[in-house]
């Protein structure tokens, strides 16, 4: 695809900074205690169901296909990760494949280690443009067609797709509507809006981009991989187990990302429920022997 026009660069901007200035503006509310609990329970509901479409949805299922679902499921984590407002299900699912396919090298969308010099600088710029800066550059870049054809080829995907813009605004409705129905009152809805919807955005953002940057960066690694990817325990709950990144990159198919029983990953537990209730099979699960393997034939750290 060619690059990125002006609209869509003002638009990714202000999907960053709204979201940024609204949560200042949170902050100043709970700091003067003008937030209910009602709020902030909003914000997390929001926040599991559209992290969920995203680690669940758009990566392991959309991007990887670690496990089977049937199609109403498939399209309802679609809408879902598209409500997370990180773009066109297609598109998020065409660049994280074009990452993986060029990971940390010429043509990753948001490797940190591309296109950057040496020294303290040098380090900034690429962890700026691994979290934030490549949604100004190569966000949305990816050929459709070549790194997502089973999704440009199903109808209902692409369907979901093109209603990207009134998934955002459905995303923003939702909690409005929630702090209404549970307040009463127009101030309940524009709380509900400002927890459920933009601060809900902000986190989602920034604990994703946050994979994409601290996880090439930061942390530890014990496979024999080409890229320079790493597991960050610290960013597990928060990312649903999406930092694991490391174990990720090694089995890339894999449904569960933290191959050790210490290694906290919600979304693989979400899996083996559904799973369980017949709602997930064909699970792509890495066995202690593979790992094993692939761990002893790693350089030393």
Known sequence: MGEMSKTEKIANLGAVVLPFVATLAAIVLLWNRLVSSRDLEIAVVMYLLTAIGITVGFHRLLTHRSFQTSKPTEYTFAVLGSMAVQGPAISWVADHRKHHAHTDEEGDPHSPHVGHDGGVRG????????????????????????????LYEDRGMRAISRQFVLLVLTS?????????????????????LLWGGLVRIFFVHHVTWSVNSVCHYFGTRRFDTDDRSTNVFWLALPSLGESWHHNHHAFPRSAVHGLRRWEIDPSALIIATMEKLGLAWNVVRISPERQAQRAASAPPA
Do not use: E, F, I, N
């Open 123 to 150: 380090v900034l710029a690429g962890l700026w443009h691994a979290h934030s800066g490549w949604l100004m550059s190569t966000q949305g870049r990816a050929d459709w067609k070549r790194y997502a054809a089973d």
């Open 172 to 192: 923003l409705a939702v909690p409005a509507l929630a702090g209404y129905a549970l307040s009463g009152t127009l101030a309940g809805a524009a709380t509900g």
